[in-house]
C-alpha cells in the first residue's frame, strides 16, 4: 500500500509516553494539542500550508501492524503484554481541524489542531510535524520563487538534490501548490498528476561525434518537443547556431524549434544574445530555458538585467529549501477534558514568543468589503464573532496597537477533518489546491508578500482567549509561589 506509514514512523518518546499513560490509567484522557510555527521563513511574510493530504492518509490508516508489535517487543522497554493488545487495535478516534493546503498562514497561528485521547496524540505528533513542516516549507519556497517569476514558467527540478524519495516526490507536489507548473519527476507526476515537463542533460550531446549531430537526433526524436541544450562547448559560438540550424530544418518540415535551455555562463548576458540571435533567423517563437542553481534572489536579479528568459528550471534550492532546512513547527497541549469539560493548559518559558497560547481555538480571516485580510483572530472555540458590529483588534504583544474594523466578513480557517476518528472532509483535487491558493494571495496587499522585508501582518487574539492566557499564566506563577512557600 503505497499510502501506508507505519505507526512506527514516530520519537520512541511517543510510545513510552503512551505506556506510562497506559500504566497510569490516563491513556485515553481526552486532550487538545495545536501544532503551529513560531518564525517565519526565508524572512518572507507568510507561509503556504501544505502537507495536509499526506497527513490525512497516514491518520486513515494509522494501525500498529504484527511486525510492528514484534519489533517493539524487541525493545528494552519491557512492556506490559496488556499494551500489545492496546495496540493491536489501536486505531486514531479522535477530531482534527485544519487548515486546508494552500492557505496563507503565520506564526502561532493553528495550522492543525488535534482532540482526543492523550496516547493517539502523542503517537500522531511526530508524524505530523515531520509531514506539514516540511512540506509547508517547500511550498513557502516555492511561492517566493513563483512570486518574482510573475507569469514566466517554472519547472520543478529538484529531484536528485533533494533529501531523498519522499522530499522529492512530496516536495514537487508542494512546489506545485504553491503556482509551480511542472516537475521533471514523473512519479509525482504519475502520484498527482502533475504536468511533468523536461529537456535533455549534456550526456545527450557528449554521446555523439558532435553537437550539431546530437541536435539533429534528437529533433528527429520530438519534432514537435524539441528543447535543446546549448551550453555543453560555447554557448553563443556552437550551441545557438547549431540549435538555429536544426530550427530552420524544422521550419521546413512546417514545425517550430520548442525552446532552447542554457544551463551556465552569463545567463543575462547569454539569453539576450540568445534572443537576438533566434529572431534574427526568424525563429521569434522558441523559448529560451534558464536552469543552474537558481532561486527567488537569482531569478528576481536576472529580470532586472532584462534577461530573455521564458521559463525557469529551478531544482536544488527549492526542493531542499536551501537557506532555512526546517520550518520549526510545535504542537504543544492546549486543553485537557477533564469532569466533562475543556479546561485550559500552558506551557510558559522564559521567551515570551514560547509561552503558549491555551485553550482549543478557532482562526478567523478579517476581510474587508473588498475581501482584503486586516489581521487573523483567534477566540475560543465557542465565541461568536457579530459581524454586524465593529470589531476592534489588538496585537497580542502590543496591547496598545489596536485597530477598529467596520464592515468585515471572519471568515473561519480551520476545517474538520476527522470527527471521533471518521474522515469527514473531502479531498480537494491537486487543481483545486493550486486555485485556492491562487485567491488566498489575492486576499493580501503586496506589501505583505513581497520577498524582502515584507510588512508583518498582525495575528490577534480575542479578549476572551487572551484574559484566558494571561489568567493562566497568573495561575502558574501563583502555584509556584505556593509550592515554594511564598504565597
Ligand atoms: N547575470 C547573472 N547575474 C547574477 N547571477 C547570475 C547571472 N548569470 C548566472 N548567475 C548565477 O550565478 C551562478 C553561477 O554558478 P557557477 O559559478 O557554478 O557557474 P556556472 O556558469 O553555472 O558554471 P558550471 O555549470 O559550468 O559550473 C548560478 O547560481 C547562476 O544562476
Ligand atoms: O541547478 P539546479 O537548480 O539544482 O537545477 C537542476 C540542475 O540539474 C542539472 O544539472 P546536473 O545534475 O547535470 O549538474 P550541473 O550542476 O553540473 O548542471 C540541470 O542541468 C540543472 O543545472
Ligand atoms: O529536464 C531537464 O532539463 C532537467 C531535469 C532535471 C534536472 N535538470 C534538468
Known sequence: MDNYISALHTDKYQITMMYAHFKNGSHLNWRAFDLYFRNLPFGNGY?????????????ENLHFSKEDIAYLKTLDENFDPAFYDLLRNFRFTGNIYALPEGTITFPGVP??????????????????????????????????????A???????????????????VWGARATYIAGFDSTSNTLAGKKFGIPTSGTHAHAWIQDFPSELDAFRAYAKAFPDQCVLLVDTYDTLRSGLPNAIKVGL???????TLKGIR??????????????KMLDNAGLTETKIIASSD??????????????????????????TAHDKPALGAVYKMVSRYENRKWEPTIKISSNPAKVTTPERKNVYRILDQKNKAHGDLLTLVDEEIDESKPLTLFHPVHTFRRKKIKGFKAVPLLKNIFQNGKLVYQLPSLDEIRSYHREQLSQFWEEYLRILNPEEYHVNMSDKLWKTKRDMIQKVYQMIKMENGEA
Open 47 to 59: 507561509v503556504v500550508a501544505a502537507g495536509l493530504e499526506r497527513a490525512i492518509k497516514y491518520l
Open 249 to 255: 530544418e524544422l521550419e521546413e518540415q512546417g514545425k
Open 150 to 168: 510573475q507569469s514566466d514558467q517554472l519547472m520543478e527540478f529538484g529531484t536528485r538534490r533533494a533529501q531523498e524519495k519522499d522530499a522529492a
Open 111 to 148: 495550522m492543525l489542531r488535534a482532540e482526543g485521547p492523550i496516547m493517539e496524540l502523542q503517537l500522531i505528533e511526530t508524524a505530523l510535524l515531520n509531514f506539514i513542516g516540511f512540506q509547508s516549507l517547500i511550498a513557502t519556497k516555492a511561492a517566493r520563487i513563483r512570486h518574482v
Open 294 to 319: 537558481l532561486d527567488e534572489f537569482t531569478i528576481l536579479n536576472l529580470k532586472s538585467q532584462n534577461a530573455k528568459v521564458d521559463s525557469w528550471g529551478v531544482g536544488t534550492k527549492v526542493i
Open 262 to 275: 542554457i544551463d551556465s555562463g552569463d545567463l543575462a548576458y547569454l539569453s539576450k544574445q540568445a534572443r
